[in-house]
């Protein structure tokens, strides 16, 4: 197992690198502009556009570049062309609110994906199942700035039942906290809803034909600790995996819009910010900020995947 | 003796299919090509019937943009009517009021003018602006769809036909495009491109071009239906037909497109489908936030992102282009969930495909 981790890791590292360098690559190789009068966006003076060129060393060979980009990057000395302000220090202040954000939708979305994916598959071809595959359909094909927009209008201003924007630190009032988040936390969850609902229904509807739940069912066992303990625990292993690689999309990017009509602070709404004054080199540091964490996330996906699954890791160490 | 003279047993046959039970019969359902028996288990989709209906009224509705432009509202997506007036049921009525607030859904009270209103400060058509939008962003979800699936089952085909390093290259580039998060990719191209537009060899392209959000939403999904065909042709080059192709002299390129491609068909036309919906909820999210469809031109999303502003006031604004979008993308993942389960009952390809991989792999290194 431990050599299993290790070889996960360095591959993370590797990978990381190389998403890297696609980033440089992205921010000041494309072709065809002056990669200074880009970044210092749409209107600039021309003596920006001169201390930006110099500042970034444009006329140096691109190896140089790309190690004096990742230099301001890790040492915090990136600074936004927008507002002139420390770029690190703006995701570092951001990081709160796109957590709450995040891990408030995953749990919302783990619970009724899972009630929804059970009660479904345990009632297959019932007028329950069929409202739930309808509304598990609406829910991965509706854009979540039309759930954002619906709710808004609803609950902010046809009834005044929750704030409209605003971000509370958890530790200045716990209450605050959750109240500003429940729209923001339910936007973001309907997608993964459906989605989830979905795939645990067909995963429940394969365990059910396997052997071992016949074998459950003939030895005696009652019909709910078969449900539960033999096809949903077996049913719940890919579910697993899943969530691994979505919690580290929405945190790594998924929540941009979520945040920017919500008006949160996190990093997405840094990131919908820089869009609109095309100020890049914020958005050059929040791609590399989501690209860490949907390969972390999926490296740590792989390790827990293999820890529940031993063929996996058996296998891989056995090349 | 019998005048005929005995075939000779040793010699070939002259017309081996007259003693060969071989040839099927010509009716029964067990004469049915797949496609067709396909077609019959469609027919009873009710559901999936009804969402091809509605895709195709969308269609009609966005093609029909010109001739509600010049016929009924009598104005251009893009004109503006700030300071016009529009007689309604013979009272003129200001289209924008004093105070900036743009006039609401007429319907047809002044004879399909404002049918769903104005759409603000400037006072533009909203009816026909949704239109033209949905123009936009159907254009866009069906061309990035298609380069997509081409890229793809191009990839996955050189992938999983010749293995070794060539499989590692490709696996490993999509592995790398896997590892953004699939928005911030498309904004982080979006605006480098926006900015500066594209050039290479000798296509050109400027900053507002929409070929530019084509080919970036067509690039980023790509990983996500080369993985699948990839794996199916993994399983497929093992069989046998495959092996008489090579034994009766097939090159590789005739193996990959005239033996293994067909076996694809099913799976590529599955894709196709909810790929166009996953590619417009794409563009939708990227014009949303600035970093799709750039000026002048405009779609459901970009249309949503300035509707938003006037939540309270104008809430249609909103609403009419995002339910447009919801409507397209619910009527395409129905659609393509009816058309898997039509073509191929046991298949495993899931409406989701975009949220990737169903199982890791642990082979990022």
């Known amino acids: ?319 | 003796m019998p005048l005929e003279p005995q075939p000779d047993p040793a010699l070939p046959a002259g017309e081996p299919d007259e003693g060969f039970p071989s040839a099927p019969p010509a009716s029964g359902a067990e004469g049915h090509s797949p496609w067709y028996l396909a077609y019959r288990r469609l027919r009873r989709n009710r559901i999936a019937l009804a969402s091809l209906a509605l895709f195709i009224l969308i269609v009609v509705f966005v093609l029909a943009a010109p001739l509600w432009a010049n016929h009924v509202a009598d104005t251009g997506p893009n004109t503006t009517h700030t300071t016009e007036k529009v007689s309604v049921d013979g009272e003129k009525r200001e289209v924008v009021s004093v105070e900036g607030k743009p006039i609401g859904p007429l319907w047809f009270g002044a004879g399909g003018k404002f049918f769903l209103g104005a759409d603000g400060g400037l006072g533009r058509d909203e009816m026909v602006r949704l239109m033209y939008g949905g123009r936009t962003s159907l254009f866009i979800g069906l061309t990035s769809a298609l380069i997509t699936t081409i890229l793809a089952t191009i990839l996955g085909l050189l992938a999983g036909y010749f293995r070794g390093w060539t499989d590692g290259v490709i696996s490993r580039t999509m592995d790398v495009i896997w590892s953004f998060p699939v928005v911030l990719l498309g904004i982080a191209l979006g605006t480098a491109l926006a900015l500066g537009g594209l050039k290479i060899g000798p296509i050109e392209m400027a900053g507002n071009s929409i070929w530019i959000p084509i080919l970036i939403i067509a690039v980023v999904y790509t990983p996500y239906m080369a993985r699948p065909i990839r794996g199916e042709v993994l399983a497929l080059r093992e069989k046998e037909f495959v092996e008489a192709a090579v034994a009766q002299g097939a090159g590789s390129l005739r193996v990959m497109f005239a033996e293994l491609l067909p076996n694809l068909w099913s799976t590529i036309i599955v894709f196709f489908t909810l790929n166009i919906a996953n590619n417009m909820l794409l563009e939708a999210s990227l014009s949303f936030l600035g970093a799709g469809v750039q000026p002048p031109n405009s779609s459901w999303g970009k249309m949503v992102s300035t509707g938003v502003e006037s939540i309270y006031t104008s809430p249609l604004l909103a609403f009419a282009p995002g339910v447009m979008i919801l409507l397209t993308v619910l009527s395409l993942n129905v659609f393509g969930d009816g058309l898997r389960d039509a073509l191929d009952p046991k298949s495993k390809i899931r409406l989701e495909a975009h949220a990737g991989l169903a199982e890791p792999e642990g082979t990022a290194a």
């Open chain 1, 1 to 319: 197992m431990a050599r299993f981790v290790a070889r996960r890791l360095a591959g993370m590292v590797l990978v990381l690198f190389v998403v890297s360098l696609l980033v440089f690559a992205i921010f000041n190789v494309i072709p065809n502009s002056d990669p200074a009068q880009r970044m210092a966006g749409k209107n600039a003076e021309p003596i920006l556009v001169k201390s930006i060129e110099e500042d970034w060393g444009f006329d140096e060979p691109l190896p140089v570049q790309y190690w004096s980009m990742m230099e301001k990057v890790f040492s915090g000395e990136l600074i936004s062309y927008g507002d002139e302000l420390n770029v690190d220090e703006r995701i570092l202040e951001g990081i709160p609110a796109t957590f709450s954000l995040c891990i408030g939708a995953a749990v919302i979305w783990l619970f009724f994906g899972i009630l929804f994916g059970y009660l479904s598959a345990t009632r297959a071809g019932g007028w329950l199942d069929r409202a739930l595959t309808v509304g598990s359909v609406a829910g991965i094909s509706i854009p979540v700035f039309l759930i954002a927009a619906v709710l808004l209008y609803l609950f902010t201003y046809k009834i005044e039942l929750f704030p409209a924007s605003g971000y509370v630190p958890l530790l200045d009032d716990p209450l605050q906290w959750a109240y500003h988040l429940i729209l923001p936390w339910f936007t973001l969850a309907v997608l993964n809803i459906g989605f989830y609902s979905r795939v645990l229904r067909s995963n429940m509807l394969d365990v059910m034909r396997e052997d071992y739940v016949r074998t459950a069912r003939a030895k005696g066992l009652d019909e709910r600790r078969v449900l539960i303990r033999h096809v949903l625990r077996n049913s719940l292993i890919p579910v697993i995996t899943l969530f691994g690689l979505d919690f580290g999309a929405t945190i790594g990017g998924g929540a941009i819009i979520t945040e920017a009509i919500f008006s949160l602070g996190g990093v997405g709404q840094y990131a919908a910010d820089s869009i609109t004054n095309l100020d890049l080199p914020p958005l050059m540091a929040i791609t590399l900020f989501g690209a860490f964490f949907v390969v972390f996330f999926n490296a740590v996906t792989d390790v827990v995947y293999a820890y529940l699954d031993p063929r996996i890791r058996l296998g891989s160490s056995a090349q």
